[in-house]
């Protein structure tokens, strides 16, 4: 059923965008697979980076335009990640042809124009398909599009179908730009399935549809209210993959060139043999699954997105997890995504040369998931089948939660499982196991509110608004006390209508210091949002009372807050110093800055290694070193960013945003910072750790930290210097002949315990009776007794010795020396007699050792032994 001419992947996308170019779109390059709009997990579609275009928020910048856009489906509304490897052609990532209008052509360009592209000659750029083959379907309201089928573009009425709003209706997401849509399907004939069009063929196995045209009329509000778009636009999305699978001749998408060397692979790794068209056989969809996944994940690591425990980082760890579970099924004990995803980039890379730049970082990203899931996964299993052994009826809640809590199985992977062996997932017990764990994380986090309090609090900000926070320019400030609740603890909490406090926000702690009033002082200990924008100064009275109505001066503690505002500028410093030495995939997870330190969580995917932390922190200092003054000013979120501003995608910021600028970085921030980077001082990492799969903490000081942090370390080494009686600037030297004197005083004591070995041996040798020396021998450990037997069996008159005896930690140790060419070998004596102490021991040669738990055993052994000496030949 192919045309006659095939084409390749860069083929197609160039015939495409040539195409359209042509006829006056501008040719758009794919953006990433992250998109910027919040609605959607990833880019579903080729119309997601053009989103604000179709509802009018942003004017487009051209109004047709042309592009080959990443997607990825696996989350949402938009989620093909179960089905892959079932179908032929459901994947997770995918790439969509599209053309669109924004408010410029409509169906009647549209809908001709696809039809110009498919049925073209392919000798001047068309897809060449056979037009008889097409057939349409439109939306069971859309008597205009039928009307251009039909009449403008001759596709005769039997192959036009009318579809309801399951099929012939096309939405972003729950909001968003959406409209009616027509579909061109090919009809791939009578072996593919029945006929009848694609009315009668759900799967699209026969009649497969290939490209979407959406006449995106609306925008849908959360409520499920559409209004109209500015202007009717249009959004079309053709399945790259697809396209490929028709053109090449193939059965599915999983034959074309872009998935036929992943299954290729993915079969020498496995050894399984993967059967075209086959969808009943299980290794065939795990080599498919195996494919799949090792591209959607080098593609989407590539575009930023880490394996982790949150939102896209979860979707990407359960794609790894996935192939890798179907890895594991059939059979392979080793690695297989490096392999796979070496083999994804060369596929890939040609279209998308940074995944060439990237290799090693996304394989290794990858790997190291693999690495740390088939760890878990094997003990997952065996307690998976462990309860199907015990209730091979269903799979207890508790038993999915804890797969779920301790072995990393994401809920669905368990659900698969279970589906493979028909048994049903307890989801409720599961669910409830959830909750109590989310309560129980809820009570053990600081600060929950009862909903009493949380009244009161929002009656303070009914009654006066919001608190105005003056603390950016000023430390003390003039305010009224709005309220004052007296806390459990005996403590209170005082709300001011401004106040100069910085409340614990974007990782920097609150600040302390004194309200004081004409009747009283209260000492603040603490400063905290309430709720949003309602500033709670968390306070003990030191003196008098305090009352609502009262006017107060409040102050912060200077001190403390120079020293936060050092650490706060500083992390800033260190996370652009990150960037440039580890990467840019580098991305904050976390901070916290206090006035003592400050600690910056960021993704990263293996220990930072100390010439990188040396280098890291000479960055970080000659910012400090070249002092600038810090700048920090509000502007648009669109402005921060198209000044570089690192914010980062899925972040909520309003729209208007406060930018600080310091040294080289910019960041989006609203915490308090130096007023030149010279302010800060020295900046001094001093530890680096795993937090969690690709996650790092570092923590670092600054300011008087820093030199407190030198000054006990020049203490450190003058103490240690006076111990080992150096010169502080000599003190590696100093250790370093303390050690030598150790060593030798070490000799000495080995050779004075020899001598006094053998002093004991001579000892022994003079009770043996008949060449046999049978006794206990305390307070040597196994090696000293061993030692000593030996010596005692080189005296002239000794053949044949066993020594039992207590050891300094509480043992026994047992050991027999026996002549050289003794028939059987030492052992025998000790066998029997290491039981009587509760042990065992044994040796091939003409010595034993034995040990044993039971010191109080030790005369049986002894008798015991002198019997096996007695029957020693
Ligand atoms: N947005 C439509 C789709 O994804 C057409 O591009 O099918």
């Given amino acids: 059923m192919a045309t006659t001419d095939s084409m390749t992947a860069d083929q197609l996308r160039d015939s495409f965008t040539g195409f359209f170019a042509d006829k006056g779109h501008t040719v758009v390059p794919s953006a990433s697979l992250i998109p910027h709009d919040p609605s959607v997990m990833f880019n579903v579609a080729g119309m997601v980076p053009f989103k604000s275009y179709f509802t009018g928020d942003e004017q487009a910048p051209y109004n047709r335009a042309v592009a080959s856009q990443k997607c990825a489906r696996a989350g949402g509304k938009h989620n093909d990640l179960d089905d892959v490897?079932?179908?032929?052609?459901?994947?997770?990532?995918?790439?969509?042809?599209?053309?669109?209008?924004?408010?410029?052509y409509f169906k009647e360009k549209a809908i001709p124009w696809s039809w110009e592209l498919v049925t073209g000659d392919p000798a001047s750029g068309g897809w060449g398909f056979d037009g008889d083959r097409i057939w349409v379907t439109v939306h069971e309201s859309d008597d205009e599009a039928e009307a251009i089928w039909h009449e403008s573009v001759g596709v005769p009425m039997d192959r036009i179908q009318r579809l309801g709003d399951k099929d012939n209706y096309w939405q972003m997401g729950d909001t968003g730009p959406c409209g009616p849509c027509s579909e061109l399907h090919i009809d791939r004939g009578p072996e593919f399935g029945p006929d009848g069009g694609p009315l009668g063929d759900p799967f699209g196995d026969r009649f497969m549809e290939f490209w979407n045209l959406v006449f995106m009329q609306f925008n849908q509000a959360k409520d499920g209210t559409r209004t109209p778009l500015p202007r009717p636009s249009i959004d079309t999305g053709a399945g790259l993959e697809r396209i490929l699978a028709l053109k090449q001749g193939v059965d599915s998408v999983w034959e074309t060139d872009l998935m036929q060397p992943l299954i290729d692979v993915a079969q020498s790794l496995t050894g399984k043999k993967y059967l075209v068209g086959d969808y009943e056989d299980p290794n065939s969809f795990g080599l498919r699954v195996l494919?799949?996944?090792?591209?959607?994940?080098?593609?989407?690591?590539?575009?930023g997105v880490f394996p982790s425990n949150e939102a896209r980082g979860y979707v990407l760890r359960r794609i790894i997890r996935r192939a890798v579970r179907f890895a594991?099924?059939?059979?392979?004990?080793?690695?297989?995504?490096?392999?796979?995803?070496e083999t994804a980039i060369g596929v890939m890379g040609n279209a998308y040369p940074d995944l060439v730049k990237n290799q090693d970082f996304i394989t290794s990203v990858i790997t190291r998931e693999e690495e740390s899931f088939r760890q878990t996964l094997k003990n997952g299993l065996s307690i998976l089948d462990t309860a199907l052994e015990d209730d091979p009826s269903s799979l207890s809640g508790s038993t999915t939660f804890l797969l779920h809590d301790t072995y990393g199985f994401p809920l669905e992977l368990t659900q698969e499982i279970a589906s493979e062996r028909d048994v049903a997932v307890d989801l409720d017990g599961f669910n409830v196991a959830m909750d109590e764990q989310r309560t129980r994380a809820k009570a053990a986090a600081k600060g929950s509110v009862d909903d009493a309090s949380l009244g009161r609090y929002r009656e303070i900000v009914d009654q006066f608004g919001v608190t105005e926070f003056v603390g950016y320019t000023e430390e003390s400030a003039e305010a009224r006390v709005l309220a004052v609740y007296e806390t459990d603890d005996g403590g209170a909490e005082v709300f001011l209508d401004r106040t100069p406090f910085y409340a614990e926000s974007g990782g920097q702690i609150g600040d302390t210091g004194t309200i004081v009033t004409e009747t009283g002082t209260a000492e603040v200990l603490d400063t905290t949002y309430a709720i949003p924008n309602l500033r709670r100064h968390t306070v003990r009275i030191t003196d008098g009372t305090?009352?609502?109505?009262?006017?107060?001066?409040?102050?912060?503690?200077?001190?403390?807050r120079e020293k936060i505002r050092r650490n706060h500028t500083g992390t800033h410093l260190l996370h652009h110093a990150l960037r440039e030495v580890l990467g840019e995939h580098v991305k904050q997870a976390g901070s916290w800055v206090g006035p003592d330190r400050l600690r910056f969580d960021f993704s990263h995917y293996e220990a930072v290694t100390?010439?990188?932390?040396?280098?890291?922190?000479?960055?970080?200092?000659?910012?400090?070193?070249?002092?600038?003054?810090?700048?920090?000013?509000?502007?648009?979120k669109d402005e921060a960013e198209s000044l570089g501003a690192i914010a980062f995608f899925g972040d909520k910021y309003g729209d208007i945003v406060r930018v600080l600028e310091a040294g080289d970085t910019i960041e989006l921030c609203g915490g308090t910072h130096v007023a030149a980077t010279g302010d800060i001082g020295m900046v001094k990492v001093v530890s680096e750790a795993s937090i969690g799969s690709n996650l790092r903490r570092i923590e670092a000081f600054t300011g008087e930290g820093s030199v407190a942090l030198l000054q006990r370390d020049e203490a450190l080494i003058g103490d240690v210097a006076t111990l080992v009686g150096a010169q502080s600037d000599d003190v590696v030297g100093g250790v370093q002949r303390k050690l030598d004197e150790i060593k030798s005083l070490q000799a000495e004591i080995k050779t004075l315990r020899a001598q006094l070995a053998m002093g004991r041996a001579t000892e022994l040798a003079a009770i043996a009776n008949d060449g046999v020396v049978v006794t206990q021998v305390d307070q040597l450990d196994p090696g000293e007794l061993r030692d000593l037997a030996i010596a005692v069996r080189q005296q002239p008159t000794v053949q044949t010795v066993v020594l039992v005896g207590e050891t300094p930690s509480g043992g026994v140790a047992l050991v027999a020396a026996v002549p050289k060419d003794a028939q059987q070998p030492a052992s025998v004596l000790l066998k029997d007699a290491a039981r009587a102490v509760g042990g065992g021991g044994g040796g091939k040669g003409d010595i034993a050792t034995a040990g044993g738990k039971d010191p109080s055993g030790i005369q049986e052994a002894l008798q015991i032994a002198a019997q096996a000496v007695g029957q020693f030949s």
């Fill in 291 to 303: 494919a799949e996944h090792a591209r959607s994940s080098s593609m989407l690591v590539n575009d």
């Fill in 328 to 341: 594991y099924m059939l059979g392979t004990e080793s690695l297989v995504m490096p392999r796979l995803t």
């Fill in 546 to 560: 305090i009352t609502s109505g009262q006017s107060a001066t409040a102050t912060i503690d200077h001190e403390r």
């Fill in 610 to 636: 100390p010439e990188q932390i040396a280098e890291i922190e000479r960055l970080a200092n000659a910012q400090t070193l070249n002092s600038q003054p810090t700048r920090i000013f509000e502007t648009t």
């Fill in 85 to 104: 490897g079932r179908t032929k052609r459901h994947l997770v990532f995918f790439e969509m042809l599209g053309n669109f209008s924004f408010g410029d």
